[in-house]
């Protein structure tokens, strides 16, 4: 059979679109218009008019609102099926459009749209929407995007703000609150293996729900993840971009916090949000149940004392890679007199003052680990393997986000929600003029880093970071300074030539080049995820693990906020077992997809995944 050819995508550019557009014009009437079409056609059950609302190269991206997963449609034709097949099953009603929040949106100069939300209900939820409508040469307005994605449950809403407990609280609060960390009453709704940001993120979201989960986290302190890491570690996001649910960072904070910093705040967030937390505890089997529920979940704690949990709903929050390192096989290491060390084993530069050490890797941990050595004197060499995409924070962080993470930006909320409206194949067309564009605000430390031999890339197909991000977890480095320090040759650089293996001495490259150290630290990433996944599971449901991390062939990420088993051929096998990885601000949004789809399974409204 032969493979089915990707289809040619381009950006609605006004030249494509044949139009011209008066920059004057009424957005809101122009939008409600359409949005009048768009709810008559739904609830009259055209679904060809709904189509036909849509431009042919059209995309509709929905989590979780009319499907229970997560699909991105291309095409008016695909969008039309989807229509016809779900929206008899959702009944998709009340749509109301928010005219507030409707603009005209002029991302360049060739490419002009109006952006609006609306509301709207189906059976079992209240949902939101973003449409993007684009000229046509006949003067008339058509979507090329429509976002769809689950708010809440009817009937199940979160209990916060108005909703939050109103009774005077005369118990004994230290007592009660130790016996529900303890589980002494009850069996936990749901067990989360993993206490950094997204193990607490959906912890938090689950209570918020009314479902009581237990977080399970190995190291001694919750933040521990972050404080243990090496000592120059900062985050390499925004502030405005990481906030947690319920609980945004102090507007006193710094703009990148330092990694003890944010240790420190999950902490706070875990004892503040009262999650259900045991720390230096080991989650050692997860086993299918035995009594009733779908899964039995064996745990150990420092003391030896073990408790075994019967629940329908594990969610593995292990970050990426679940933190085994992934170290290359580089030949005759047992013969190299120094000390070797994963990134993830390095502590701080002062550990090895006075010697000389050579950093595996050009991506983000190899930078920040190259820098600070140099900071403390510390002669160091950078060896790499393979190209970087390279971009300045400070320029490419407000062009990658859109402005939608900033001080004075739109509410967290609001900018996830357009964050997510861009479907990820579409995302990467815009991004191939954004990396052209940083480029060249870049091109100064860019033609210094060439000067000296670094390898740089633009990313997927020119593209820049994103797609690498999406597809790898890395091969990028948000530039802080330390590309200054390798084009002033304070970091040294050895880019050509592949190893060949170790010496006594240092490294010895295919070349017949050498490079001697004393410390070689590898900062080469971390396994695949599922791997620590499957030291848990017994071996018969091995394969019914999909990949986590990657997009499919949608453009959606594999398994990150469904059940591990994805739309594999046995899924059924691991239904129940969640993934939950990524940055804080993924965290962010997707822990309320976890817990919805947790929610609706034990309330019994959770529907068949299309």
């Not at 079992?124 to 449950?153: C, M, Q, Y």
């Not at 593995?316 to 013969?335: E, R, V």
Request: with cysteine; aromatic share 10%; net charge neutral.
């Amino acid at each position: 059979m032969s493979a089915v050819a990707a289809p040619v995508r381009s950006l609605p550019t006004l030249q494509k679109l044949g139009s011209k557009v008066d920059r004057n014009l009424d957005a809101q009437a122009v939008a409600k218009e359409w949005f009048l079409a768009f709810a008559d056609a739904v609830n009259s059950r055209n679904y060809i008019t709904v189509a036909s609302l849509l431009v042919e190269d059209a995309f509709w991206r929905d989590m979780l609102a009319l499907t229970w997963d997560f699909h991105t449609y291309e095409g008016r034709d695909a969008i039309q099926q989807f229509v016809a097949d779900q929206f008899p099953k959702f009944e998709p009603s009340a749509f109301r459009i928010r005219n507030d929040l409707t603009r005209l949106h002029l991302p360049y100069d060739d490419i002009i749209c109006i952006q609006a939300f609306f509301d709207f209900e189906t059976t079992v939820g209240n949902a939101s929407g973003i449409f993007r409508l684009v000229p046509l040469a006949d003067g008339s307005w058509k979507a090329h995007t429509v976002f769809t994605n689950l708010e809440d449950l009817k009937g199940f809403p979160e209990k916060i703000g108005a909703l939050r407990d109103h009774e005077p609280y005369h118990k004994r609060w230290m007592e009660s609150r130790e016996r529900e960390r303890e589980f002494l009453d009850e069996e936990p709704g749901a067990v989360i293996i993993g206490g950094g940001q997204s193990g607490l993120t959906v912890a938090a979201r689950l209570k918020a729900l009314g479902i009581n989960a237990l977080v399970v986290e190995r190291n001694k302190r919750i933040g521990d993840n972050w404080r243990n890491r090496y000592a120059a570690l900062c985050v390499h996001d925004t502030v405005w971009y990481d906030h947690l649910p319920y609980m945004p960072f102090p507007s006193l904070w710094p703009v990148y916090p330092p990694a003890p910093k944010l240790g420190d705040w999950l902490e706070t967030y875990a004892h503040s949000l009262e999650l259900n937390v045991w720390t230096s505890s080991e989650v050692v089997s997860v086993e299918p149940g035995t009594q009733g529920k779908k899964w039995s979940v064996k745990v150990v704690r420092d003391d030896g004392r073990e408790r075994v949990f019967q629940v329908n709903h594990v969610v593995f929050a292990l970050g990426f890679g679940s933190g085994l390192p992934n170290i290359p096989n580089i030949p005759c290491q047992a013969k190299f007199k120094g000390q070797i060390l994963h990134s993830s084993q390095h502590k701080r530069a002062t550990d090895h003052l006075g010697k000389k050490v050579v950093v595996i890797g050009a991506c983000t941990s190899a930078h920040d680990i190259c820098a600070d050595y140099v900071d403390h004197g510390v002669d160091v060499t950078m060896v790499q393997r393979s190209s970087t995409y390279v971009m300045s924070a400070k320029e490419g962080i407000p062009r990658l986000t859109g402005r939608l993470y900033l001080e004075n930006g739109p509410p967290t909320d609001l900018a996830d929600r357009i964050n997510a409206s861009f479907p990820n194949f579409l995302l990467k067309l815009v991004h191939r003029r954004v990396a052209k564009d940083l480029a060249e605000v870049d091109r100064d430390i860019l033609d210094g880093l060439r000067k000296v031999g670094f390898k740089l890339n633009m990313g997927e197909d020119d593209s820049g970071p994103v797609q690498l991000i999406w597809q790898r977890g890395g091969g990028y480095y948000f530039d802080v300074g330390a590309s200054q320090k390798i084009i002033d040759g304070k970091i040294k650089l050895k880019s050509n030539g592949s190893i060949a293996r170790f010496t006594p001495d240092g490294l010895l490259f295919e070349d017949g080049s050498t490079v001697d150290a004393e410390v070689v630290i590898f900062a080469t990433g971390y396994a695949d995820g599922r791997t620590a996944y499957l030291r848990l599971l017994p071996n018969h449901l091995h394969d019914a693990v999909q990949p986590l991390w990657g997009l499919d062939d949608e453009g959606e990420l594999y398994t990150v906020a469904r059940e591990v088993g994805g739309r594999g051929p046995q899924a059924t096998k691991v239904a129940g077992l969640w993934a939950m990885l990524g940055n804080l601000a993924m965290c962010r949004f997707h822990s309320k997809h976890v817990a919805l789809q947790i929610k609706a399974y034990e309330e019994g409204v959770f529907g068949e995944r299309y």
